[in-house]
């Protein structure tokens, strides 16, 4: 199976007291490479997607600091449903796992409703990663 990859920097204001990149920070990194995911594999825009985040799971390896100067985030489809996608992440830095995470997504039609993901987001999802 084929995955996603993209890289992000570690910011300053992603800093925390104790000098590492805060839990929180973690949750933006993934919503980020989601995305740039949405962009470059769906070729849409996230904000015009009716979609919601039902849930997200984050385990940490280690800190990240301000020196790693980035993190990269790689994407992989744990599983396809009929209204929900749910994303692997693994974030790394220098090479080395800092934490992995799964996200669920799931589509929406106007009123909120869960409804099947489109079929042209379906289509390139498989394709892209090989389902």
């Given at each position: 199976?084929?995955t996603?990859?993209?890289e ?6 992603d800093?925390?007291?104790?000098g590492h990149?805060?839990?929180?920070v973690?949750a ?6 989601r ?8 070729g849409?825009?996230i904000?015009t997607?009716?979609?919601v985040?039902?849930?997200?799971s984050i385990d940490f390896?280690r800190?990240v600091?301000l020196t790693?100067?980035?993190v990269?985030?790689e994407?992989s ?10 994303m692997?992440?693994e974030?790394r ?9 799964e996200?669920?997504l799931?589509?929406l039609d106007a009123?909120g409703?869960?409804?099947p993901?489109p079929?042209?987001?379906r289509?390139?999802i498989?394709?892209?990663h090989?389902?």
């Amino acid at each position: 199976m084929s995955t996603y990859t993209t890289e992000i920097d570690v910011r300053f204001r992603d800093i925390d007291a104790m000098g590492h990149v805060n839990n929180a920070v973690y949750a933006t990194y993934i919503e980020q490479a989601r995305t740039n995911y949405f962009r470059d594999v769906l070729g849409d825009d996230i904000s015009t997607i009716p979609t919601v985040l039902a849930s997200v799971s984050i385990d940490f390896r280690r800190p990240v600091k301000l020196t790693d100067g980035s993190v990269t985030v790689e994407i992989s489809i744990a599983n396809i449903g009929t209204s929900s996608v749910t994303m692997d992440h693994e974030i790394r830095t220098g090479g080395e796992v800092v934490a992995e995470a799964e996200a669920t997504l799931v589509s929406l039609d106007a009123s909120g409703d869960p409804v099947p993901i489109p079929e042209k987001h379906r289509s390139a999802i498989e394709s892209f990663h090989d389902l």
